[in-house]
Nanobody, 124 residues
Framework: QVQLVESGGGLVQAGGSLRLSCAVS????????LGWFRQAPGKEREFVAA????????YYVDSLKGRFTISRDNGENTLYLQMNNAKPEDTAVYSC?????????????????WGQGTQVTVSS
């Protein structure tokens, strides 16, 4: 009932910037929070950032706070992840997801719908 499609991934040099997009469609009523996760090669999927669809209340994993910014455009039904000062360790498949939680969900189990993911590669 909710579809999410990521885009904007690609190759970026260390220290560079990249903005990921997540197009949201379908019946989104009842899904209050949108989030970004990432999965590096050989690693488990980890939480990156999340924000309420209504705006505000954005939160991030401590290691990325200050470099990444999550935002949304309700008019275009799009979620964004602005990546600044990219580092090689940021290389991963980034996925967006939708949650019914009104709190601060950080677990993959808190999200009901997921996009297919977009690859981000940061070169040294």
């Amino acid at each position: 009932q909710v579809q999410l499609v990521e885009s904007g991934g690609g190759l970026v040099q260390a220290g560079g910037s990249l903005r990921l997009s997540c197009a949201v469609s379908g019946r989104t009523f009842g899904f209050y929070t949108l989030g970004w996760f990432r999965q590096a090669p050989g690693k488990e999927r980890e939480f990156v950032a999340a924000i309420r669809w209504s705006g505000g209340n954005a939160y991030y994993v401590d290691s990325l706070k200050g470099r990444f910014t999550i935002s949304r455009d309700n008019g275009e039904n799009t979620l964004y992840l602005q990546m600044n000062n990219a580092k090689p360790e940021d290389t991963a498949v980034y996925s967006c997801a939708a949650s019914r939680s009104l709190g601060q969900p950080v677990s993959t189990y808190d999200y009901a719908y997921w996009g297919q993911g977009t690859q981000v590669t940061v070169s040294s």
